[in-house]
């Protein structure tokens, strides 16, 4: 007897206009309120080449933000059925029958959703309120785009694009959390210093902390950024182990993470096309180095120990990775652990008090803490769990026959999306995965066959 199919859970957000009322059974996202822009930021946008695209571009990012949040995913299963309704100021575009395929392809394909998009005529003005000069001119596609965040990756690549050319040609986008993190001798007025709108979640909360959407805020912001200043080139900053590891190793659960993979990203490039009848380039310049390669090319041009100590790469919340009212990071998580790593291959030391896990070579994992650290939680231990064999998957990819056909699958399709042979992309690939084992091992081998990251994998 066949068991039935699980039903997917279903959400309907609409997204109206300040004073609008959603229709009954949907929940609604005024703009104003849930979605907030910020004036002063959102000038910092308006070039010449401002229309009402952009701006409904930028609801957009927000509406999927905000979906994303408000619904958990099931216990069982992974996707959910979010049916989004948005005012847009070009309906016939956006209802454009491969406008809309485009979008509900790509971020089916990051989020592993199915989206079904509406879109309605917008009655308030995209220019409502501004009035802001241009700060470039239409036509420069000598300059490089590339996101900027609090992250390793991202202020590492910065620095190293800014290191191969002239640095007034790379404009960094501000994708991340804080308000300015950018190096200190680059603070200089600038436009896309801030993401001009916030998601509110109130009341209702974050429902789900996944948040695969991330990936389609950071390509189209980046994309708008680089219509608007008239280039063509976007780069993407993540090294290698970050941009494939996470589609290489297999899963029990949940669905692949494709935000840094070249596939998205040729998904994110349609998306731009058929909205904008603009074409970008993504290319991610890192993609066959490992991220402890990486810093240390950054670390080779930059002379000041606190551009990388600084940055965050930790996934917990600040209430489980939060010491002595300072944040740190967790220390344990996949993201932790590969930071660990890098640092460790590219032999820079880091200070301790970056992570609540202060010793990794403890043989008890309640040991490895900072003193007077009291939340250690099971779920944290299944988080470093999980982090910890992620990797070892990824360095046991290399050698073990058990890989091979999916490696030549990935090392296909990869060819297929960066327009070289798949001979090519296998080399590349297998040669990234054996300097991922080589970092791997010898971090391994420092931290001990006695420590509770060894025990974990034994």
Known sequence: MSE?????PMIRVAVVEPGAKGAEGWRTAEIGKAIVFKTEDLNDYRT??????????????????????????????????????????????????????CIAAALKFLTGDEWILTFTGAKVSADNDF?????????????????????????????????QGRIDRLIRVRVGSKADDRPVRDRRKVPFLNIPFSVNMKPIGIKESSVRSR???????????AYLVGTHDVAM???????????????????EDYRNHPRFLRKMQDVFEALFDYSIHFRLPQLWKTKGQTLAEFAAIESSPEEWN?????WQQSRNSSFDKT??????????????????????????????????????????????????????QRYGIAGALHLDHLAEMR????????????????????????????????????????????????LGPKSFVAQWLA
Request: aromatic share 10%; charged share 25%.
């Open 310 to 314: 600084k940055t965050r790469s930790c």
């Open 131 to 163: 009035g802001q000069q241009s700060l470039f001119e239409w036509g420069d596609p000598g300059r490089t785009i590339t996101p900027f965040s609090d992250g390793l990756d991202s202020r590492a690549v910065s620095a190293i694009l800014a290191a």
């Open 4 to 8: 039935a199919p699980l039903e997917i």
């Open 399 to 446: 050698s073990s026959p058990l890989y091979r056909a999916r490696l030549k699958r990935h090392a296909w399709q990869l060819a297929e999306e960066l327009q070289m042979t798949t001979i090519e992309a296998e080399e590349r690939l297998f040669g990234l995965l054996e300097q991922h084992d080589r970092e791997w091992k010898a971090f391994m081998k420092d």
């Open 48 to 101: 010449k080449n401002w229309d009402s695209r952009i701006y409904d571009a930028m609801v957009l990012i927000a509406a999927v933000e905000y979906c994303d949040k408000a619904m958990k995913r099931p216990g069982f299963g992974w996707a959910r059925r979010i049916e989004l309704q948005l005012p847009v100021h070009d309906v016939a575009l956006w209802q454009n029958p491969r406008v809309m395929d």
């Open 215 to 225: 990936g389609f805020k950071f390509t189209l912001l980046s994309a708008l950024a």
């Open 327 to 380: 944040r740190r990071h967790c220390g344990i998580c996949a993201a932790c652990m590969l930071r660990r790593l890098s640092f460790h291959s590219a032999g820079i030391s880091e200070p301790i008090e970056n992570y609540i896990w202060e010793d990794l070579r403890s043989e008890k994992f309640e040991g490895g803490v900072v003193p007077g650290f009291t939340k250690v939680t099971r779920a944290m």
């Open 237 to 255: 900053p993540e090294s290698g182990q970050g941009a494939l590891g996470p589609t290489l190793v297999p899963t029990s659960h949940g669905y």
